[in-house]
């Protein structure tokens, strides 16, 4: 199994990111699969997550509204797009297999994409 998180970088608050995560070594299309991320100092933290199929998508009360996730399984990619950037964004992304109540999304399979927001 690899995931590899791409698309964090340094922006400013205001702005957007879109970050993606190439899937390899198992039938990426049979998963649901997440997003998390980890700020300065604390712990994991669940951003989103998305249906195999695409078409359930859930957000926490913080994520839901600016965040926006999305897959391709022809290509084996999953999404997040980032808009109104604010500086309580600023993390280590992961995507992950699994659901947020299941075993699998507490194993770290990439090594994430940091995202900086600047005020």
């Known amino acids: 199994v690899q995931l590899v998180e791409s698309g964090g970088g340094l922006a400013q608050a205001g702005g957007s990111l879109r970050l993606s995560c190439e899937a390899s070594?198992?039938?990426?299309?049979?998963?649901?699969m997440s997003w998390a991320r980890q700020a300065p100092g604390k712990g994991l933290e669940y951003v989103a997550g998305?249906?195999?199929?695409?078409?359930?998508?859930y957000y926490t009360e913080f994520t839901k509204g600016r965040f926006t996730i999305s897959r391709d399984n022809a290509k084996n990619t999953l999404y997040l797009q980032i808009n109104r950037l604010k500086p309580e964004d600023t993390g280590l992304y992961f995507c992950?297999?699994?659901?947020?109540?299941?075993?699998?999304?507490?194993?770290?399979w990439g090594p994430g994409t940091q995202v900086t927001v600047s005020s």
């Open positions: 998305i249906e195999s199929n695409g078409i359930g998508k």
């Open positions: 070594g198992f039938s990426f299309s049979d998963w649901h």
């Open positions: 992950r297999r699994g659901d947020v109540n299941s075993d699998e999304f507490t194993r770290a």
